[in-house]
C-alpha cells in the first residue's frame, strides 16, 4: 500500500493498553479503546465487551480491527504550538553565530533564495520529523503556506497555519490581504486544517501594519500567532522606539482580544501578564534559547502566574535542530529547576501539562483519551532500552523516551506511524527531494534579505 493512503478503519480497538491521559493521570489497569469515525468510542478496562457489531458493505457485521496493545501506553497526541516546519532545509546550517548574525548573515540571505517547490520539500519531511517524534498537531509560521497546507492534507496531520507576513517595504497591504484571502479560501478544506493570521513582530510590523492586520484577522474570525519579546535587546529597543514594550505595542493594535500564539515571549515582563488575553498562549523553545545565548528572560520566575499558558514550541530545525517537543520540554523543566534553584519545583506533572497545553490553545477537540474526542494519539512502547525499567511512566517519557519509543501515532483514527515506521509520507521521497533542494539554495548563494534582524 502507498505510504500515504493507508486508511482508517471503521472501528478500531487499542486492546491492552496503559492510558496516560492529558492531566498526566495513569488510569488503573490496562484499558482497551474504541475508535469509529476517527473518535474514541469508549475507553474500556481491558476484556470489556466492545462493540464490534458494525456493518460492512453487504449490510453485515464487520469485526473491528484489533491492535495489541499490551504492555504499552496510550497518551493523546504531541503538539508543537509554534514552529517553522519548512526550515529542515537549514537544519545545522547556521551554527555557533551570534543571533545577528544568524538571521542577517545566513538564514534571511538564503531563505530568500527558496522557491515553493523547496518550501513544499521542506514541509513534507518536516512532517515525517514530527511523527517520528509523536506529533498530531503543529502551528507553523511560514511562507507559502498555500503548498504547506497541500503537505498537510497529503499526509494526515492536523495544523494551525499562520502565512509569515512583514509589515515593512512597499506592497505591505498587499501582502497581507493576499494572506487574509489565503485563509479565506482555504479555511474550509479540511477539520484537520485551520488557520491564523501570521505577522513576524512588532519589529517588523510597526503600528499601522500590525492593526492592518489585526482588523484582517477580526473580520475572518481568526486569531494571530506572532513572535513577542524575544531578547532583551528588543525590549529595550521597543521602549527606546514606541516607549512600550512589543506585548503594549500588540495590545495597542487590539491583538490580544484575539486568540494569539506568543512565539517564544521569553522576556516578557510582569507587567505585560496585564495585556494578555484569556485565550493567550506562549510557545516555548529552550534549545533555541539556549543555542543562541537569548538570556535567562522571565518566564521561569514568572512561572505559576495563571495569565502565562505555557505550551511546547520547537521554532524549527534551523535553530533548535529537530521538531522534537519531547526535547523542549525536558529543558524547559530542567531550566526551571536550574534557575529557581528548587529540585522540587518544574515537576514531571507541570512538563507533561505544557507538553499537552497545545491541544487547549488548538481547541479542535484534541488531547484527551475519552469518548467523544478525536483519536489523535500516541501508543508509546516503553519496554526499550533507553527507557526501561518504568517506574514513573510520567518519568519515563518526559526524561528518558524519545522517537524509537513512539510505535504507532495516530490522527482522526488513521495510522500516521505504525509498529515504528511512518506511513503517512513515502519517507525515502522526502528526504530526496530535500536534499536536492538543500543543494539548490546553497548553490544559489545568498540573495538580498528584505529586512533585518
Request: hydrophobic content about 45%.
Amino acid at each position: 500500500m502507498p505510504a500515504n493512503k493507508e486508511k482508517a478503519s471503521a472501528e478500531l480497538v487499542l486492546a491492552g493498553a496503559l492510558v496516560l491521559d492529558a492531566d498526566g493521570r495513569l488510569l488503573e489497569g490496562p484499558h482497551d479503546i474504541v475508535i469509529r469515525g476517527g473518535k474514541i468510542a469508549a475507553v474500556r478496562p481491558a476484556g470489556s465487551d466492545v462493540a464490534r457489531g458494525n456493518s460492512g458493505a453487504s449490510g453485515g457485521p464487520q469485526a473491528p480491527e484489533v491492535v495489541d496493545c499490551s504492555g504499552c501506553v496510550v497518551t493523546p497526541g504531541l503538539v508543537i504550538l509554534h514552529t517553522h516546519a519548512p526550515m529542515v532545509l537549514f537544519r545545522g546550517f547556521a551554527e555557533d553565530m551570534s543571533i545577528d548574525d544568524w538571521f542577517n548573515k545566513r538564514i534571511w540571505p538564503y531563505e530568500s533564495r527558496l522557491t515553493p517547490d523547496h518550501i513544499e520539500a521542506g514541509a513534507r519531511l518536516a512532517v515525517v520529523e514530527m511523527v517520528e517524534h509523536g506529533v498530531t498537531a503543529f502551528a507553523d509560521h511560514y511562507f507559502e503556506a498555500d503548498r504547506i497546507a497541500d503537505v498537510v492534507l497529503d499526509t494526515g496531520i492536523r495544523a494551525d497555519l499562520a502565512p509569515t507576513v512583514f509589515g515593512l517595504g512597499e506592497g505591505f497591504a498587499e501582502r497581507a490581504d493576499a494572506a487574509a484571502e489565503l485563509i479565506a479560501r482555504r479555511r474550509d478544506d479540511d477539520p484537520r486544517l485551520t488557520f491564523r493570521m501570521g505577522p513576524h513582530a512588532p519589529y517588523t510590523c510597526p503600528p499601522p501594519a500590525m492593526e492592518h492586520i489585526v482588523r484582517r484577522a477580526r473580520e475572518l474570525g481568526v486569531g494571530l500567532h506572532l513572535h513577542v519579546s524575544e531578547t532583551r535587546a528588543q525590549v529595550e529597543e521597543s521602549r527606546r522606539r514606541e516607549g512600550r514594550t512589543p506585548f503594549a505595542a500588540v495590545a495597542a493594535a487590539g491583538g490580544f482580544e484575539l486568540p494569539v500564539i506568543v512565539a517564544h515571549g521569553l522576556w516578557v515582563e510582569e507587567e505585560d501578564l496585564t495585556l494578555v488575553g484569556p485565550d493567550t498562549w506562549f510557545a516555548v523553545s529552550p534549545k533555541t534559547y539556549l543555542k543562541l545565548a537569548m538570556g535567562e528572560g522571565s518566564l521561569w520566575r514568572l512561572w505559576g502566574d495563571p495569565r502565562l499558558r505555557v505550551a511546547a514550541g520547537t521554532d524549527g530545525a534551523a535553530s533548535s535542530n529537530t521538531l522534537n517537543p519531547l526535547e523542549q520540554v525536558r529543558l524547559w523543566a530542567l531550566l526551571g529547576k536550574h534557575a529557581s534553584g528548587r529540585a522540587d519545583r518544574f515537576t514531571l506533572e507541570d512538563a507533561w501539562r505544557v507538553l499537552m497545553s497545545g491541544h487547549r490553545a488548538f481547541g479542535r477537540g484534541t488531547g484527551a483519551v475519552q469518548p467523544g474526542w478525536e483519536a489523535d494519539l500516541v501508543v508509546w512502547d516503553l519496554e526499550q532500552p533507553n527507557t526501561a525499567p518504568v517506574h514513573d511512566v510520567l518519568a519515563a517519557i518526559i526524561y528518558s523516551a524519545d522517537a524509537r519509543n513512539v510505535r504507532d501515532v495516530l490522527v482522526s483514527g488513521r495510522f500516521l506511524k505504525r509498529d515504528f515506521k511512518v506511513v503517512a509520507v513515502d519517507v525515502a521521497e522526502a528526504l530526496r527531494q530535500v536534499e536536492e533542494a538543500a543543494r539548490a539554495v546553497v548553490a544559489r548563494g545568498p540573495g538580498r534579505a528584505t529586512v533585518t534582524y
